[in-house]
């Protein structure tokens, strides 16, 4: 297979579900198992400054993903907005509203860059971390934020390219993104070949300026390259603030906005919650929620996959087609996802050995490992079938849901269990477990016994 037919844009409306689904996700599981490699050397790198360092890298990544919800939002849009018109081959239309959303964006970035800046004390005091741990991981988060100028467009520009069935130009892009990371995270955050020690803030660094650089390689695509959406600089009027192009993002990502903002905030009560058992208490979940994002990034490809088929095959009036590939990819997902939850379940204590020699953080790591692992099955469901009805524009509905059994129910069970039963932390890690369980079992539910909020695309 010669590089022009890789290069080629896939049509998700013709020929055999799962080969096209396969075929649309394993670049993405290619940056995905550099991903993974990246994100073990990160939290790797970071652990051997110390506890406190892992701890203020965790609350900053939490205030770092509230910034990127708006951002985030409008990427779930542009599965509908441009995955549609791609579904059709409407290129001329997809320009002009490929145009339009990076107008968004860019005003986005700017409003989202100083606020996070600015607000990053009052913001990460709230978790009622340590003081020493505050002041890395506020200086952390403030990095992000400058450098999000540019680097939040990164993810909307590559969901642009991907949203018209071109799937290998954005892989390459992130791998360059990836390596920068890891090549920079080696000389920042441990000052190797002379470079300056920054420890946290150069993790920070690392993120944003890989990210921007493939921004701007993304952005060049878009101009010069042969993706089927292309974007003429010479009509820079396009370059605009389209008032119907923003209600229609509103309409999209408002309760997608809303899911993620309320997932963070939840994100930061909880890590309310087991900062009161300790800075190594929260050094253990952010090894956890490390290594959930390694697990699940497979998982969060096919979403991404799935949300773009059920788009386009919407998009072409192709309901059963849309259906199947939310099934196929939720099962993929589920497969995935229990290989992974079984080996941290297997060897718990020495995964947790591998990134802390801390023993009270192995010690809590292991009991953290061997009661959520149990819940990644029902990530596997969550993970695509929330991206599955992105894709059909309906994100109200598994906004509604996260929010009711994540934040009411998790935060509850986490307040509780602890001192109804006497688990300490332990209960947190429960509280954790049983709301994925439902949360996973009540979308899968709504998916397949509710069409009429997924077919009204």
Same mark, same amino acid.
């Given at each position: 297979?010669?590089?022009?037919?890789?290069?080629?844009?896939?049509?998700?409306?013709?020929?055999?579900?799962? $080969?096209?689904?396969?075929?649309?996700?394993?670049?993405?599981?290619?940056?995905?198992?550099?991903?993974?490699?990246?994100?073990?050397?990160?939290?790797?790198?970071?652990?051997?400054?110390?506890?406190?360092?892992?701890?203020?890298?965790?609350?900053?990544?939490?205030?770092?993903? +509230?910034?990127?919800?708006?951002?985030?939002?409008?990427? #779930?849009?542009?599965?509908?907005?441009? %995955?549609?018109?791609?579904?059709?081959?409407?290129?001329?239309?997809?320009?002009?509203?490929?145009?339009?959303?990076?107008?968004?964006?860019?005003?986005?970035?700017?409003?989202?860059?100083?606020?996070?800046?600015?607000?990053?004390?009052?913001?990460?005091?709230?978790?009622?971390?340590?003081? $020493?741990?505050?002041?890395?991981?506020?200086?952390?988060?403030?990095?992000?934020?400058?450098?999000?100028?540019?680097?939040?467009?990164?993810?909307?520009?590559?969901?642009?390219?991907?949203?018209?069935?071109?799937?290998?130009?954005?892989?390459?892009?992130?791998?360059?993104?990836?390596?920068?990371?890891?090549?920079?995270?080696?000389?920042?955050?441990?000052?190797?070949?002379?470079?300056?020690?920054?420890?946290?803030?150069?993790?920070?660094?690392?993120?944003?300026?890989?990210?921007?650089?493939?921004?701007?390689?993304?952005?060049?695509?878009?101009?010069?390259?042969?993706?089927?959406?292309?974007?003429?600089?010479?009509?820079?009027?396009?370059?605009?603030?389209?008032?119907?192009?923003?209600?229609?993002?509103?309409?999209?990502?408002?309760?997608?906005?809303?899911?993620?903002?309320?997932?963070?905030?939840?994100?930061?009560?909880? +890590?309310?919650?087991?900062?009161?058992?300790?800075?190594?208490?929260?050094?253990?979940?952010?090894?956890?929620?490390?290594?959930?994002?390694?697990?699940?990034? %497979?998982?969060?490809?096919?979403?991404?996959?799935?949300?773009?088929?059920?788009?386009?095959?919407?998009?072409?009036?192709?309901?059963?087609?849309?259906?199947?590939?939310?099934?196929?990819? #939720?099962?993929?997902?589920?497969?995935?996802?229990?290989?992974?939850?079984?080996?941290?379940?297997?060897?718990?204590?020495?995964?947790?050995?591998?990134?802390? %020699?801390?023993?009270?953080?192995?010690?809590?790591?292991?009991?953290?490992? $061997?009661?959520?692992?149990?819940?990644?099955?029902?990530?596997?469901? #969550?993970?695509?079938?929330?991206?599955?009805?992105?894709?059909?524009?309906?994100?109200?509905?598994?906004?509604?849901? #996260?929010?009711?059994?994540?934040?009411?129910?998790?935060?509850?069970?986490?307040?509780?269990?602890?001192?109804?039963?006497?688990?300490?932390?332990?209960?947190?890690?429960?509280?954790?477990?049983?709301?994925?369980?439902?949360?996973?079992?009540?979308?899968?539910?709504?998916?397949?016994? $509710?069409?009429?909020?997924?077919?009204?695309?």
């Amino acid at each position: 297979m010669d590089i022009k037919t890789l290069l080629k844009e896939r049509d998700v409306t013709q020929g055999s579900i799962l $080969k096209n689904i396969l075929a649309m996700t394993w670049p993405l599981w290619f940056n995905s198992g550099v991903w993974i490699i990246f994100s073990g050397l990160n939290i790797y790198w970071v652990s051997k400054i110390g506890t406190d360092a892992l701890a203020a890298v965790t609350a900053g990544g939490v205030g770092y993903m +509230l910034l990127m919800t708006p951002v985030l939002g409008i990427v #779930t849009s542009v599965y509908g907005l441009i %995955g549609n018109l791609a579904g059709v081959k409407d290129w001329v239309g997809a320009e002009r509203k490929a145009k339009e959303i990076m107008a968004i964006t860019w005003f986005l970035s700017l409003a989202v860059a100083f606020l996070g800046y600015f607000f990053a004390p009052i913001l990460l005091k709230f978790i009622g971390i340590e003081e $020493k741990v505050l002041v890395l991981a506020v200086t952390y988060l403030r990095i992000q934020a400058v450098g999000g100028i540019i680097s939040f467009s990164l993810w909307v520009i590559n969901t642009i390219i991907r949203s018209s069935g071109d799937m290998m130009r954005p892989m390459a892009v992130m791998f360059i993104v990836i390596v920068l990371n890891i090549v920079f995270d080696w000389f920042f955050i441990l000052g190797n070949l002379g470079f300056p020690r920054w420890e946290v803030a150069g993790a920070a660094f690392a993120s944003a300026a890989s990210a921007s650089v493939g921004a701007v390689i993304g952005f060049g695509i878009l101009v010069w390259g042969n993706s089927p959406i292309k974007i003429n600089l010479k009509e820079w009027r396009g370059f605009k603030i389209n008032l119907l192009t923003l209600k229609e993002v509103f309409k999209i990502a408002g309760f997608d906005v809303l899911e993620m903002s309320g997932k963070v905030v939840i994100d930061l009560l909880l +890590l309310r919650c087991i900062a009161f058992w300790g800075t190594a208490s929260v050094a253990v979940y952010g090894i956890g929620q490390r290594l959930l994002k390694m697990s699940s990034t %497979g998982g969060y490809d096919l979403g991404m996959t799935t949300a773009i088929v059920m788009a386009n095959n919407l998009g072409a009036g192709k309901k059963y087609r849309a259906e199947r590939s939310a099934w196929f990819g #939720t099962a993929l997902n589920i497969f995935i996802m229990a290989i992974a939850g079984l080996a941290f379940f297997i060897f718990a204590d020495k995964v947790m050995g591998f990134y802390s %020699g801390d023993p009270q953080v192995v010690d809590i790591g292991i009991n953290y490992l $061997k009661i959520t692992a149990f819940g990644y099955l029902f990530i596997a469901m #969550t993970v695509v079938l929330r991206r599955a009805f992105a894709g059909a524009k309906n994100t109200r509905i598994p906004a509604l849901v #996260t929010l009711l059994i994540m934040g009411i129910g998790q935060i509850g069970l986490a307040v509780y269990l602890p001192k109804i039963f006497g688990l300490g932390v332990a209960g947190v890690w429960w509280a954790i477990l049983i709301a994925t369980t439902i949360n996973g079992l009540i979308l899968a539910a709504l998916f397949k016994f $509710k069409p009429s909020l997924w077919k009204r695309n």
